[in-house]
């Protein structure tokens, strides 16, 4: 294959002024590095002095044909200017790989067009290989020195293994060190990893209550930390406990002259957040007013503080939470849509545990090592009681309603109450106990609510028994994503004893009974 290189003319170097050495004939004496072509570019003004290059070239490297190719540049720092016409070039060049191979001649020409041709050769619209030239010690050694450089990474595997370490170290940071086999929530993880490395808009964490979006907040502010994106502290605030008149000044902050009173004055959380990170957990229970106030803030990063006449600047980046569903909050009028598009640039749902059964294990390992760092004291299960607490885990008819809350609780409690360091069955038995009947009451107080929010007064008409099963059924559709997927989940164990299983079909046909349908319960 024909090596080929592009470069641009030194109009300096190439003039002979550093030690009679030119790079551009050097370049082409390579004993080690035969050019067949060189493309010189030069501009008008120096015509004379390209014409003078290639002569010498064509002497003493006759076997190298150069070409000269004009290319004007009113100024040739101007970066705008010099990567818009090489790239200019590039794209109207017509690059033949398959018979040549192409260099860049890096030591001639400005440092701006030096630049521009290491972004357009790692971008691949100039498919070469950078070649760096250098003077020779003394002029017995010859045309002096010649690197060359290939800046397609993956060809360096000690640096690819660097970036691919460093990549599970953030990942690892954004799941707090649990092996996890999600493959639904590890492409949640990898994607919130490059979107926090290099981006500050807005982040918006969706999920139920209890599915870790609180933690995953702090942890991606750990990383914006790491990759100096913020230099901040994290303020965080729960949106739910902001309610009144001190909405407003929580956020914002207040001067004396609002209330008159000596000591009122609050710089509030946006003044504390400046140059971190601003979490918002349940960002939905925000009155009307505080999201205007708030969208304002995100965008311009200036607002007035309660009982001032002058803007306050104060730059942060948002993390913001929510377990119900913004769009429908923003279609019944409750949630602005212009927050909401504001916010909704990254958005990342978490799945729920009952999602996730198989990283229960690796879940149970990392609460049991929390568990022994804030008793001080080492706990393990029993064999019998820890298969135990991982089938009723896993099975699916486990709903886990409270998400990883409920998980994380129910072994710290077995830490706590364990003799000895030691989780028997027994234990396990009565937290499991514990468990249904807690759940069970807190469905039970709802489903009246629930079925007559669906049927109306129809609710009335339906058996106590029914009632209980059929707002069981509401519930497990309304967290599945198709009517095949309720049925799976409601007949998991019924449906292996059956030759053959259409759930849909079942489920079609009980939900009728009660005059209902899928689209019904699903909205």
């Known amino acids: 294959?024909?090596?080929?290189?592009?470069?641009?003319?030194?109009?300096?170097?190439?003039?002979?002024?550093?030690?009679?050495?030119?790079?551009?004939?050097?370049?082409?004496?390579?004993?080690?590095?035969?050019?067949?072509?060189?493309?010189?570019?030069?501009?008008?003004?120096?015509?004379?002095?390209?014409?003078?290059?290639?002569?010498?070239?064509?002497?003493?490297?006759?076997?190298?044909?150069?070409?000269?190719?004009?290319?004007?540049?009113?100024?040739?720092?101007?970066?705008?200017?010099v990567y818009g016409k090489l790239f200019d070039l590039a794209r109207d060049y017509g690059f033949d790989e398959d018979r040549e191979r192409y260099f860049v001649h890096l030591t001639t020409g400005t440092h701006v067009a030096q630049i521009c041709w290491f972004l357009l050769t790692e971008s691949r619209h100039v498919p070469a290989k950078l070649a760096q030239t250098g003077p020779p010690r003394d002029e017995k050694?010859?045309?002096?020195?010649?690197?060359?450089?290939?800046?397609?990474?993956?060809?360096?595997?000690?640096?690819?293994?660097?970036?691919?370490?460093?990549?599970?170290?953030?990942?690892?940071?954004?799941?707090?060190?649990?092996?996890?086999?999600?493959?639904?929530?590890?492409?949640?993880?990898?994607?919130?990893?490059?979107?926090?490395?290099?981006?500050?808009?807005?982040?918006?964490?969706?999920?139920?209550?209890?599915?870790?979006?609180?933690?995953?907040a702090q942890r991606i502010y750990e990383l914006k930390l790491q990759r100096r994106r913020v230099k901040g502290r994290l303020v965080q605030i729960n949106c739910a406990t902001l309610r009144g008149s001190s909405a407003l000044a929580t956020l914002f902050g207040q001067r004396r002259s609002h209330t008159g009173q000596a000591g009122s004055e609050r710089s509030g959380l946006l003044h504390e957040a400046s140059g971190g990170v601003l979490f918002l957990d349940e960002v939905d229970e925000l009155g009307l007013d505080e999201q205007a106030a708030l969208l304002h803030a995100i965008e311009t990063g200036r607002y007035y503080p309660l009982g001032s006449d002058h803007e306050v600047t104060s730059r942060f980046q948002v993390i913001a939470g929510t377990s119900r569903d913004p769009v429908h909050l923003t279609a019944e009028g409750r949630f602005r849509p212009d927050l909401l598009a504001r916010l909704n640039m990254w958005s990342f749902r978490l799945p729920a545990l009952r999602d996730r059964r198989e990283d229960i294990e690796a879940n149970l390992i990392f609460e049991l090592a929390r568990a022994e760092r804030e008793l001080g004291t080492q706990v393990g299960f029993n064999t019998d009681a820890r298969d135990l607490f991982l089938r009723f885990a896993r099975d699916p008819a486990t709903l886990w309603p409270g998400n990883f809350r409920d998980f994380g609780s129910a072994i710290r409690r077995l830490c706590t109450l364990a003799p000895r360091?030691?989780?028997?069955?027994?234990?396990?038995?009565?937290?499991?106990?514990?468990?249904?009947?807690?759940?069970?009451?807190?469905?039970?107080?709802?489903?009246?609510?629930?079925?007559?929010?669906?049927?109306?007064?129809?609710?009335?008409?339906?058996?106590?028994?029914?009632?209980?099963?059929?707002?069981?059924?509401?519930?497990?559709?309304?967290?599945?994503?198709?009517l095949s997927e309720a049925g799976r989940r409601l007949f998991a164990v019924s449906r292996t004893q059956r030759r053959t299983t259409n759930d849909a079909d079942r489920l079609r046909k009980y939900l009728q009974r009660f005059g209902l349908e899928w689209a019904m319960i699903a909205e």
């Not at 004939?25 to 002095?49: A, G, I, T």
């Not at 069970?440 to 049927?455: C, P």
Request: hydrophobic share 40%; net charge negative; charged share 30%.
């Open 1 to 81: 294959m024909r090596n080929v290189v592009i470069g641009f003319l030194g109009t300096q170097l190439d003039s002979g002024k550093r030690k009679r050495w030119k790079p551009s004939v050097s370049l082409c004496n390579q004993p080690d590095f035969p050019v067949d072509r060189l493309e010189l570019l030069y501009d008008q003004k120096f015509l004379r002095l390209a014409e003078n290059v290639r002569r010498e070239i064509e002497v003493t490297s006759p076997k190298t044909e150069v070409l000269l190719r004009q290319l004007n540049l009113s100024d040739p720092w101007d970066f705008q200017e």
């Open 141 to 216: 050694d010859g045309p002096g020195k010649l690197d060359i450089i290939d800046l397609d990474l993956s060809r360096y595997n000690a640096l690819q293994q660097r970036f691919d370490l460093l990549a599970r170290e953030y990942s690892d940071l954004l799941k707090g060190g649990i092996e996890t086999k999600s493959a639904a929530y590890n492409a949640v993880i990898d994607r919130i990893e490059l979107v926090a490395s290099s981006s500050d808009a807005p982040i918006l964490l969706l999920g139920d209550s209890g599915t870790g979006k609180t933690e995953l």
């Open 421 to 482: 360091g030691r989780i028997t069955r027994a234990m396990v038995e009565e937290e499991i106990k514990g468990l249904r009947t807690g759940w069970q009451r807190a469905a039970g107080d709802g489903d009246h609510r629930l079925l007559i929010g669906i049927l109306g007064n129809q609710a009335a008409e339906i058996d106590p028994f029914d009632r209980v099963q059929l707002a069981e059924v509401i519930r497990v559709c309304r967290t599945s994503a198709s």
